[in-house]
């Protein structure tokens, strides 16, 4: 019988406010966050950073103010379009088709200024929408800048480094060119020709680092994704869980559609843009009746140089980091089959040791039951798996085996609407390409009637 004295005592129920107390304290720890993210120090990748975003602003990639998109663009009209087409404008005189042919620069000059107005329009875009670090995928909050710190550093260098290789060359046959060329068009001063001279050289140098350093920012952005393919690559050695791998590979997977969503439009219109170059500088070359020399024509053979080194630049990223995704799946198969063989080895090396018998046996061997004369002393047990074993090593099995399934149907890579850009897409637009370069450049230094 219970005791009708005792009293049990309730607490009060708590206030009903749980939702406004996490919305005070969601807004309490977003300055705290802010804070703290300001209180980080600044490390080398930080500067490199820094740096890097310095000279993108230098060249007009920055637009992330009205002030900023406006000198760009004046800069690059300026520069780039209105300087060079005054001066062969005004450059006109009898007997200068020895020196220059107007016809050839103008069209030289046009499909310079399409091409570094497409790499400006895309650059600027994606760097005013994600900042620097998210465009790199280098952010401080995905932790993996700590691991990659260095590694980081060193591929920007490496790349602004390849920056200075190709266009040094580029810079010096051109600025050979143009002072062969003011030996043949006179002009009224020498301070007036070397005026020009500057000027031609200062408007070809930045037309083609424009575009030259869009193709590096590719460049630069697949070669850091390459260092996560191999990491990966790396810890299929070392990580056994399935759930881990799929997970990673899924967040390289997501990386790769967006570097992929990203540059399809600018890769698409510099494949068209130098394309078309290609075929207009074909024809008018072939078309023109009289005599095309290094002097008068030289300008083709820099601009050819400088559009095909981004292409291959561009191909040579997108290729390699496809190759790497897609030889994801070959490494895996590998790792299951050398996991389903030593499993079943052991398994098996397991049931002969129960028999006293060091040698590996045969699945059919190890179910066999040896009887001797009286039934009182048969061996009636086989040390066989457990129900536990047997599904466990199957569980495993299946999910590693699901696991190579899905990397073979998903094997990844950078795409152009669809089309992956591998090794079947470049060596046909490879080879399309260096047929109209190899031709141009024929007929621009060879002299032809």
């Given amino acids: ?76 009209v300026v520069t780039g379009v209105l300087v060079p087409v005054v001066i062969l404008e005004l450059s006109n005189c009898p007997g200068c088709e020895k020196g220059q042919i107007k016809d050839f620069e103008l069209c030289i000059v046009a499909s310079q200024a399409c091409l570094a107005a497409i790499s400006l329009i895309c650059m600027s875009h994606n760097l005013r929408k994600y900042g620097i670090r998210k465009f790199l995928f280098v952010d401080r ?75 590096i920012l590719f460049h630069v952005v697949c070669n850091l ?30 990386h790769l559609s967006k570097i992929s969503h990203r ?24 078309g023109y009746g009289g005599k095309i020399t290094f002097i008068n024509g030289g300008d083709f053979a820099a601009s050819s140089v400088v559009q ?23 490494i895996a198969s590998r790792w299951h089959a050398l996991a389903t063989c030593s499993s079943a080895d052991s398994s098996q090396l397991r049931v002969s040791n129960s028999f006293g018998n060091l040698e590996a046996s045969s699945p059919l061997n190890s179910v066999y039951m040896n009887y001797s004369e009286s039934d009182l002393v048969s061996l009636d047990y086989v040390a066989m798996p457990t129900n536990t074993q047997l599904a466990s090593y199957m569980s495993s099995y ?25 090794r079947a897409l470049i060596n046909t637009i490879f080879f399309i390409e260096l047929s109209l370069v190899t031709f141009v450049l024929g007929k621009t230094i060879v002299n032809s009637n």
């Fill in 398 to 422: 299946h999910r590693r085996q699901a696991y190579v399934m899905y990397l073979q149907a998903n094997p990844g890579g950078i795409t152009i609407f669809g089309w992956t850009v591998d």
């Fill in 141 to 215: 909050h995905s932790g993996h800048m700590e691991r990659f710190h260095y590694q980081y550093i060193q591929q920007i260098k490496d790349s602004l480094r390849l920056l200075i290789v190709w266009s040094l060359p580029c810079f010096i046959l051109k600025t050979a060119r143009e002072i062969i060329r003011i030996l043949y068009v006179h002009h009224e001063s020498w301070w007036q020709s070397t005026a020009i001279l500057f000027a031609l050289i200062l408007s070809w140098t930045y037309l083609s680092t424009i575009s030259l350093s869009a193709s």
């Fill in 263 to 286: 540059f399809r439009i600018y890769l698409l219109l510099e494949f068209l843009v130098v394309t078309a170059s290609q075929i207009v500088s074909l024809f008018q070359t072939t």
């Fill in 308 to 330: 095909v080194v981004g292409i291959i630049l561009c191909l040579h990223a997108a290729t390699k980091i496809s190759h790497r995704a897609q030889n994801i799946a070959s």
């Fill in 1 to 76: 019988m219970a005791d009708p004295h005792i009293q049990i005592q309730t607490d009060p129920p708590p206030a009903q406010t749980p939702l406004l107390n996490n919305s005070n304290q969601n807004h309490t720890q977003l300055p705290q966050q802010q804070q703290q993210e300001n209180q980080i120090p600044e490390t080398d990748l930080d500067r490199t950073l820094q740096k890097l975003e310095y000279f993108l602003t230098f060249l007009g990639f920055n637009h992330s103010s009205v002030l900023s998109f406006v000198l760009s663009w004046t800069a690059f």
């Fill in 225 to 254: 994704q390459v260092m996560h393919f191999d990491d990966y690559a790396k810890l299929l050695a070392m990580e056994s869980d399935v759930v881990v791998l799929i997970e990673e590979h899924m967040r390289l997977r997501y």
